[in-house]
């Protein structure tokens, strides 16, 4: 009240000193602080602790630990178009030690065979031919043929041998990588072991199936051309019979494609579920069922986009192999097969080896893909993502495989 003061105190402020009166001796509580002023702390700097979080799906919460939702390579749930686009390109360097290496090193031989056995064959088969006799030449020609089939042939067993291979180690490491690991390369050769003679017999049987199968319809579609060519007449016969031809390849074409988008992910199977080349089949058919289109997306996409970067980056390499050419024979190689076939090296050697380091890394996104695509379709039908958090929660990563065929 007025009378009662001069000043007027808050409730449980301490009073203020009389006219006259000292100052109280500290109690040991320091006066509250002025407004903007910034109060030391009493206890010595702590790092902040750790908040306990009931793990996901009900795991043991004694711990105080859960897991992150993205413990590695992906996050455990199913994944959108543009995730699995976006990790196929990061699995490459997720475990580059065991991916890259083997596969510059591999596709390098492969580019070696084709470019020395391919241009080999051919110049000598050409220098033979010009320089024979008119009786001689269909001779020449007909072994000629047998040689660059050899040689197409050595190149595609390569070819396909390189591939079993890095379907198997690509599958390995994506698989492990989605659990936070990155396993060795020895550790992935170990868990690959003896499938990989499966995968090479069903990339042996892929390939034969999917170009006879393109054969049958375009030749059967060539035969009815034909037919019906002959049938209607010079002008109107030969005019109908390209047609159906175009259209047999065109067919053959789609049903290669639509097979092949079918079956894409039997190689992941037979990997991690260990299945047999036929059940690996009906396995991956019922898997893709209903996702034809993402998945031929996982397929053509990563493979454009390589093959632009691949010629992009080599297109200074073959001006650089022309001016080597030109370098060490200044004067052309006219008439002289041994100039010419080195002539015709030179030329491709600096593109070639460019190319297939780009192809060779570039494969592991086109698997990794593939991989994902598996591990995404199987949240999505067999809990899979369940699977993978429960095993995480444990802490027995190392331990299980998470990844065999799901319970009948």
């Known amino acids: 009240m007025a009378g009662q003061g001069d000043e007027w105190t808050p409730p449980g402020a301490p009073a203020s000193p009389q006219a006259g009166q000292s100052l109280p001796r500290s109690t040991g509580q320091e006066a509250p602080p002025r407004f903007g002023v910034r109060v030391p702390s009493s206890a010595p700097d702590t790092p902040p602790q750790a908040v306990a979080v009931a793990p996901l799906g009900g795991g043991n919460s ?18 959108g178009f543009g995730t699995l686009l976006g990790t196929a390109f990061s699995a490459i360097r997720w475990n580059a030690r065991a991916l890259v290496a083997p ?19 051919l110049i000598g088969v050409a220098s033979r031919f010009f320089d024979a006799s008119d009786a001689d030449r269909q001779a020449i020609v007909a072994g000629g043929v047998g040689q660059l089939l050899l040689a197409s042939g050595a190149v595609l067993a390569v070819s396909t041998v390189f591939t079993a291979l890095m379907q198997g180690l690509v599958v390995v490491v994506v698989a492990r990588g989605a659990l936070g690991q990155k396993p060795t390369i020895r550790a992935v050769l170990a868990r690959v072991g003896r499938r990989f003679w499966r995968l090479l ?52 074409i789609v049903l290669t494609v639509w097979i092949g988008v079918r079956i894409a992910v039997a ?50 390499f073959q001006l650089l192999g022309s001016l080597l050419t030109t370098l060490v ?36 996104a086109e698997v990794a893909a593939i991989a994902l695509l598996y591990i995404d379709l199987r949240m999505r039908t067999d809990g899979l993502d369940i699977r993978l958090r429960t095993l995480v929660e444990s802490g027995e990563v190392g331990e299980q495989d998470p990844y065999g065929p799901p319970p009948a």
């Open 267 to 316: 190689p992941s199977v037979i990997v991690l579920e260990r299945a047999g080349i036929v059940a690996a089949v009906r396995r991956s058919w019922r898997l893709t069922r209903g996702s034809f289109w993402r998945t031929f997306g996982l397929i053509a996409l990563p493979r454009l986009i390589i093959q632009v970067v691949a010629g992009v980056i080599s297109l200074p």
């Open 62 to 79: 004694s711990s105080g630990w859960t897991p992150p939702p993205k413990p590695g390579l992906i996050p455990l749930h199913p994944l």
């Open 201 to 252: 017999l069903y990339s042996l049987l892929e390939s034969v199936a999917l170009v006879v199968g393109f054969t049958v319809i375009a030749g059967l579609a060539a035969l009815l051309g034909v037919a019906v060519g002959v049938a209607a007449g010079q002008t109107a016969g030969v005019v109908l019979a390209i047609v159906l031809l175009v259209l047999g390849a065109l067919g053959g």
């Open 329 to 364: 024979l200044p004067n052309g190689a006219t008439g002289d097969t041994g100039a010419l076939l080195q002539t015709s090296i030179l030329a491709a050697l600096p593109a070639s080896a460019v190319t297939a380091i780009v192809a060779g890394i570039g494969l592991i």
């Open 103 to 121: 596969a510059v090193v591999v596709s390098l031989l492969q580019s070696a065979i084709s470019v020395l056995g391919l241009q080999t064959t």
